[in-house]
């Protein structure tokens, strides 16, 4: 009797044991480098199986700044936290996710963000996950592309320069000539210019590639000459932009046939057109003639 109570008491506590410890968040989402310009939306989802949700919290760097309490009022609470701004209304919360959008200020949004989950009485169960957030000037546009013309004739030289848009994070540019790289001999080295704004040191990167339309690279592919310069972000290839730019490519020679050919036609044309005339003018001299005749031959 005494064994049986004990192995009911044990079991009970094995039971409320594993409730417990099933509480827990399964997942957070937040951006891993964002613009300072954007709206960004964190979100968090948590498995209670069969807890009663108590509360979920937002912090950024251990400050509180949003409160989701179901079970009092008000339901939803904000916190004035350095740096971010969490957007009126733009927040919603259940059982089981939690999402909140914010606005940001510039570098001073970045930092690590977490959700934490706290199920009911007696026990207030926590369960929490983090992340971290960089909140940078991100380029805003494709590659620049300058000096490139569109049309271009074997053994030309060409020159032109790849810019980058103005970024806070350091970005890498690289030329493709018909999808290959040009030598280290065809690169200059590269231009970096910086202004400070918005609290960031904004840089921009220029790179000249030079070369003559000649060699290996366009005895199979010499019709087109596609440039392409591509600036990349170190550890975010998400980041990556790239512009394209394409000429066609004359061969010297054929350049001059196309002149050749071109007088020859408009030489023939107008020869044809000379000969109509010579044919009019000799047409009109006959009848002349004839007619000539006729009457000398009436008048004699
Ligand atoms: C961010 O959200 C606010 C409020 O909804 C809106 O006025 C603003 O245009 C948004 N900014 C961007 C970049 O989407
Ligand atoms: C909570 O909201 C999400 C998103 O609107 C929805 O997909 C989900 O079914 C909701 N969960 C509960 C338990 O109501
Ligand atoms: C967040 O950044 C800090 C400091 O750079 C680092 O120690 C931590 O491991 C990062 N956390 C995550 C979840 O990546
Ligand atoms: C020949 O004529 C064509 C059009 O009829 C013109 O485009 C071209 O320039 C001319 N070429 C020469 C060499 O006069």
Known sequence: MDYAWLLFLFSCTLIDM????????TDI?????????DNVTLSCSYDMSGHTLNSVKWYKD????????????????????????????????????????????GAKSTGSFKCEVS?????????????????????????????FNSMYRME???????????SSVPTKLTWYINGE????????????????????????????????????????????????CVAEIENYPELRRETTLSASVTEFDNLNNQMLRHAITNSSAADT????????????SLCALILATKYSQRDS
């Open 29 to 37: 989402s937040v951006p891993e480098i964002v613009d300072f310009r």
């Open 62 to 105: 251990r400050l509180e700044f949003f409160r989701y309490t179901p079970l009092m009022r008000p339901v939803y609470l904000t916190f004035p936290v350095a740096g971010i701004q969490v957007l009126d209304g733009k927040y919603f919360c259940n059982e089981s996710t939690c999402r909140v959008d914010l606005s940001l200020l």
């Open 181 to 228: 790289q040009p030598m280290l001999g065809e690169l200059q080295p590269s231009i970096d210019t910086s202004i400070p704004a918005h609290d960031y040191i904004l840089r921009r990167q220029r790179l000249q590639v030079h070369f003559y339309l000649q060699g290996h690279r366009f005895y199979l592919v010499s019709k087109i000459l596609e440039l392409k």
């Open 119 to 147: 199920g009911d009485a007696p026990h207030f169960k926590l369960a929490a996950k983090e992340d971290n957030m960089t909140v940078a000037a991100l380029p805003q546009s494709d590659p620049l592309i300058e000096g």
């Open 156 to 166: 030309e030289f060409l020159s032109a320069t790849c810019s980058s848009d103005y």
């Open 18 to 25: 594993q409730k417990i410890s099933a509480l827990f968040v």
């Open 273 to 284: 057109r000379s000969c109509l005339w010579q044919r009019t003018f000799l047409v009109s």
